[in-house]
Each structure stands twice: as C-alpha cells, then as structure tokens.
C-alpha cells in the first residue's frame, strides 16, 4: 500500500513527480493525484490546498480512495520558537489548532469531543523523517540557504501549530505564542494545513508525520520572505528527504 506525500501549494512539491516511477495521473474531489513508485516504495503525491478544512479532504480521499498506508507532509511554516530560523527545518512531533476556541464550554485549543488539544505524530515515520531531514541539512542544505544569503541551517524537533491564518506582524506572533504558552503549549512552528491532516490520521489510526522548512519568522517581513523562500528552497527539501525518506522505509 502506498504512502501519500503532501504539500499546500505546488511550489513547495516542484519536481517531485518527476523522481517517481511508473506514473499515473488521476482526478478525485477537485484535485490531481499522482500514483507512482520512489526507489522501490509506491507513493501518492497530492497538493493538499491551503488551509484545514482544504487539508482534511484532501487527507480523506488518501486514506479513502487510494488506501493511503501514512501520510508524509512537507511544505514550509512561519519560525515561532526562539531560535527557531528562516531556512532551519522543523520536524513536528505533535499539532494544535491554534484557531480553535470552543471555550468556556471547553478549554482553549481542546478539540470538543477528543478531550485534548494536541495530536501526536506518529513516532517511527517520525524517527524515520528526521533521519533523513537530518542528513539533508548537515550535508545539502546549507549550499541552498546560502543562495538567500542565509546561514547553514538547523533541525527542531517540537509543536507545530496551525490555523486559518497567515501570521505577518511581530506583535501577532507574539499574542499567538502567548497565548499558547499560557495553556503550557510551546509551538516552534506555525503553519495552516498539519493540525487537521493529525486529526483525520488520527480518526483513521494512520500514521503521520510533517517537516516545514521555515520561511519567514511569521512576523512583519513574513510577507516579503515567505514568497522568497518558497520559490526558490522548499521544493528542494522536498525532493532530497521524501527520496531519502522512502529508502529508509524500503531498507
Ligand atoms: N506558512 C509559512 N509561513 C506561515 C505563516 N507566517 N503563517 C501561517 N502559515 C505559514
């Protein structure tokens, strides 16, 4: 059974499709799915879409249609934990949806009806994705951040947050990070598709696991850096840590 590789936007998945093969092209609900073969490991690559309802459909018809076996997401995200760098990588271990509020009926950030606010990747995929986006950073990735005049760039591993809002302003990010660190939630990303791509996984006892490249420091320069660096560097880390990725799962 395959494993499904998603982004948001095609920028951040260029060229991925190419490296498959034995390549078929299907349409499902509004989108384009690409079913193929990487270095022996059968994958679907799809565009999720921005935003979490656009993500969630898109993680259904995976698990649904195409009987996705996992879900592997890899896009870019908005720097939130001191730190935490443009052009630095984040592997998520666990997501909140920093938009959701049902309270006082509930407490802030609880999903109602799970009885918690945090959704945990899934461990093994997870140790398997670092591994490779680790070997991608200490031996490739410094040759592309140094093209954005950025210097080499670092691993986190940690909360991922997201939401129905790009975060531009300093004084945003910070009333976001407040906010979460008051109900002991300490996110070193921010981004708007992982939390709810966690929560249909977790519905559906698939495994999931997510890295952003970070893009911008979801602060006032988030607009001018955001575009920069997807065009040129996200889709980069996309090719190098899904193959590297599927070697390891094929190993
Ligand atoms: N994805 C990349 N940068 C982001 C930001 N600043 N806010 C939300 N999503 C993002």
Redesign the pocket.
Known sequence: MPIAILSALPEEQDGLVHLLQDVQQSEHAGRVFWRGSLHGQQVICALSGIGKVAAATTAVALLERFNAQAIVFTG???GLGDGVNVGDVVVATDYVQHDMDASPLFPRYEIPGYGRQRFACDPTLTDKLAQAVRYCVEHQAAAWTATLNLPAPRMHEGLTVSGD????GAQESAQLRQGLEQAGLHPLA???EGAAIAQVCADYGVPFAAMRSI??R?DDA?HVD?PKFVQSIASRYAQVVIEDLCKRIAA
Request: proline fraction near 0%; hydrophobic fraction near 60%; charged fraction near 20%.
């Open positions: 870019v995200a908005g809002r790009f975060v531009s921010v981004e708007m893009s911008d979801a988030a955001f």
